[in-house]
């Protein structure tokens, strides 16, 4: 084998394989194989003498190869009745400069009625220079089975294959003779393993004429990638079946599945079951079946059924009747998309059956001149459904598309229409539902999109939290109530979670703070908190950070009477980050603002050590207007005020030695204002926009249970432990701690 013939091999690899997957590194030197198989056309067929093979091999073609009958096999069933590749196999097929055709290898070769096998573990490389010419892929193939015997002849592949510029696993087909049994026609041909198609070539093929004996099934993984790449074709087959159980990937602009022939009537049939799984086009020329039966889970595939170009680019002759000829769905859950919504999806016939659902979903809107769907016949009953994007659904948000086009954009047979049309969650506008009877249109909308509600969502967050920073006597001191004679500083740790209209928010606070005597009755003190929280938002989450300077003074009356007196000033920092079927959207934004307020109480003591305190206290909070802008929208968000008035009692009984308390407290509360009012507008040209308003709670109540107690004469300590109920979004429970020392 000349030396050259490697190395020119190897740079041509190189070369084409520049920002793209790359094909594995091919040895150039001829001391890295064990075993190499190398023929031009002047020499008769060639392969291992062996029926398995554990090193590493290359099977070449040298000169130009007059036909395939002449080609190299590294393995052929001429040696056994099954050969196995248990190491790894190269073959190398690129074209002779100056040769119109592929060469031609194989690297394993089953005919007759025998069986070839790549085993698990073991890898078949396949390249060929075909400069994207799809028919001359099947020169060079990693395995191949000769169905045109009429004979039971099969091949698997357990390991792991690699292509470029030719084909993974070919069944060569020929008409069936006419005296076999249906048990013995064809081959059978398997993957169990993986196969990785790069820039060009086929996974697995029915090539020849006539594959209607051959049974093709994918059980492992297909992953093609490139524009002239294919997971599974029919080449030029015009009848075969092709059954699809594991996962098909293709992407760059790669086919996952291709009936292979479009401007002719053929009878291909895809069978996509059990974990069946395909990401990428499916193409389906005129007259084939797709059928979809007992899928484990629910699938969306995206169909062509042709396009013109398509077609003249193939066979040089338009096809404007293309279709795809039946889709069968039974018992399972398929979603279909059209690969090109320029181009109108023709189905024949379409048919369900047992459990499960058919529904077709479009991008954009047709119309009765040129529909995005065109079915012959069924599509009419309750299994079948249709549904539009979000970005449908923000265009009709806009006002820029109108119900009546969504029923205009699908034919059915003798030219109906649906009766029921559905469209899923946008970036502006909601999921909706469209009913037509009798030329009249019903429309349901949902209101804005989970994003836009998921926004204000957090907006009514901020007001909750802010409305929240201020806090009380008992917050701070516990059951102190006596003035206290020196200075002291104090800290406390606040934990709890908001919960409601499916909101949940979890924080964690620190405070501490400082005061000091002024007088015999009146306390001032300064403070500084910190907050840190997530919030789950229907659509998404966000974080968030609260800052706060606080001033407070406290007058404690001799008869057990106090009033305290609090103002805060800070700010929240948010950023969230929201998502769904239509899109996704970050933002980051800053609301500055202050808190003021006013509680008074008093203690009145009882029997047996026993107190009660009524209490009142009256909070104003204000967070400034702000704007902000997210790759969606730009938000500008009103003055957020609440005015909250708050009743309670505390009741309890102290400690011996007035050492301290264990109390339960309940509260009732109203706000008289919390308002949250926004404007949205597209960034992106379109001119979607919104107008968001919403309340905060106006009525909750708050109960719980504590206790304080003065671990010496100059620490006091206190724990409280809460809940709310009663309004929308609730204080779902709060952990409160701390302690105050003095000097």
């Not at 795809?324 to 024949?348: A, C, F, P, Y």
Request: proline share 2%; charged share 20%; with cysteine.
């Amino acid at each position: 084998m000349p030396r050259f013939y490697l190395t020119a091999v190897a740079a041509a690899v190189m070369a084409a394989t520049v920002n793209a997957a790359e094909f594995p590194a091919i040895p150039t030197d001829q001391t890295d194989y064990n075993e190499i198989i190398y023929r031009d056309d002047a020499n008769d067929p060639t392969s291992y003498e062996q029926s398995s093979w554990n090193g590493i091999g290359l099977v070449a073609s040298g000169e130009p190869m007059s036909s395939g009958s002449k080609a190299p096999a590294f393995l052929s069933t001429a040696k056994g009745d099954i050969v196995t590749n248990n190491g790894s196999i190269w073959v190398l097929a690129d074209r002779i400069p100056g040769n119109k055709l592929g060469q031609y290898a194989s690297g394993i070769l089953a005919s007759g009625g025998k069986k070839g096998v790549n085993a698990e573990g073991a890898v078949i490389y396949v390249h060929s220079d075909n400069n994207g010419k799809e028919d001359n892929y099947e020169a060079a193939k990693g395995m191949a089975a000769d169905a045109s015997t009429g004979t039971k002849t099969s091949i698997t592949n357990s390991g792991t294959i690699y292509v470029e510029g030719g084909t993974g696993m070919l069944a060569t087909s020929n008409p069936k003779p006419a005296n076999a049994l249906s048990s013995e026609k064809g081959s059978v041909i398997t993957n169990e393993g993986t196969i990785h198609v790069i820039n060009s070539g086929f996974g697995m093929s029915l090539g020849g004429n006539d594959a209607s004996g051959v049974k093709m099934t994918n059980e492992g993984t297909i992953i093609a990638s490139g524009k002239n790449a294919y997971g599974i074709t029919a080449s030029d087959a015009k009848d075969g079946t092709v059954t699809n159980e594991g996962t098909i990937i293709a992407t760059d602009g790669a086919i996952a599945i291709s009936s292979g022939r479009w401007d002719k009537d053929v009878d291909f049939r895809l069978i996509l079951k059990g974990n069946s799984h395909v990401e990428g086009v499916i193409e389906l020329g005129k007259g084939s079946e797709l059928t979809v039966e007992n899928l484990a889970r629910a699938e969306t595939i995206v169909l062509s059924s042709g396009t013109p170009e398509k077609v003249n680019a193939l066979d040089g002759d338009p096809c404007e009747d293309c279709n795809v000829g039946s889709v069968h769905v039974n018992n399972s859950n398929l979603t279909i998309r059209s690969s090109d919504e320029s181009q109108t999806l023709k189905i024949g016939l379409i048919e369900t059956v047992g459990n499960g659902s058919l529904t077709f979903e479009f991008d954009s809107v047709g119309s009765k001149e040129k529909p995005l769907l065109d079915v012959d016949t069924g599509g009419q009953d309750d299994a079948v459904k249709f549904n539009y994007t979000g970005t449908v659904s923000d265009k009709l948000a806009s006002g820029s598309v109108k119900a009546e086009e969504l029923f205009n954009g699908i034919s059915l047979d003798n030219n109906a229409t649906p009766e029921r049309i559905t469209t899923s969650d946008g970036l502006w506008g909601g999921a909706s539902v469209h009913e037509k009877k009798d030329d009249e249109i019903t429309s349901t909308y949902s209101g804005p999109s989970s994003l836009i509600t998921s926004t204000t969502d957090l907006a009514l967050m901020n007001g909750l939290v802010w409305r929240s920073q201020l806090t009380n006597l008992s917050d701070r001191m516990g059951t102190l109530r006596t003035m206290p004679q020196a200075a002291g500083a104090w800290a406390r740790y606040n934990n709890g979670r908001l919960d409601g209209r499916g909101l949940e928010y979890d924080y964690s606070t620190i405070e501490v703070g400082f005061d000091a005597p002024v007088s015999s009755n009146f306390l001032v003190g300064v403070s500084f908190d910190y907050t840190i929280g997530d919030t789950d938002l229907n659509a998404g989450s966000a974080d968030n950070d609260v800052y706060t300077l606080g001033l407070y003074g406290t007058y404690y009356g001799d008869n057990g009477g106090f009033v305290d007196l609090m103002a805060k000033i800070g700010r929240i920092d948010n950023e969230y980050n929201v998502a769904n079927s239509a899109g996704s959207e970050k933002g980051d934004y800053m609301m500055t603002g202050a808190i003021v307020g006013v509680e008074a109480g008093h203690r009145f003591d009882l029997a047996h050590n026993m107190f009660v305190e009524p209490q009142v206290q009256l909070s104003y909070s204000w967070l400034r207007a702000t704007d902000y802008a997210t790759n969606i929208r730009s938000v500008d968000f009103e003055t957020i005020e609440s005015l909250v008035a708050r009743v309670g009692v505390m009741g309890g009984m102290k400690f011996a030695e007035n050492r301290g308390a264990a109390y339960l407290k309940a509260s009732y509360n109203h706000d008289f204002l919390g308002s949250v009012d926004a404007a949205m507008h597209a960034v992106n040209g379109s001119n979607n926009s919104a107008k968001i308003s919403d309340e905060l709670d106006d009525n909750w109540a708050e109960v719980s249970l504590g206790v304080s107690y003065s671990v010496t004469d100059t620490l006091n300590t206190f724990l409280d432990v809460g809940t709310g109920f009663g309004g929308d979004i609730d204080q779902k429970w709060r952990i409160n701690f701390g302690a105050r020392y003095a000097f």
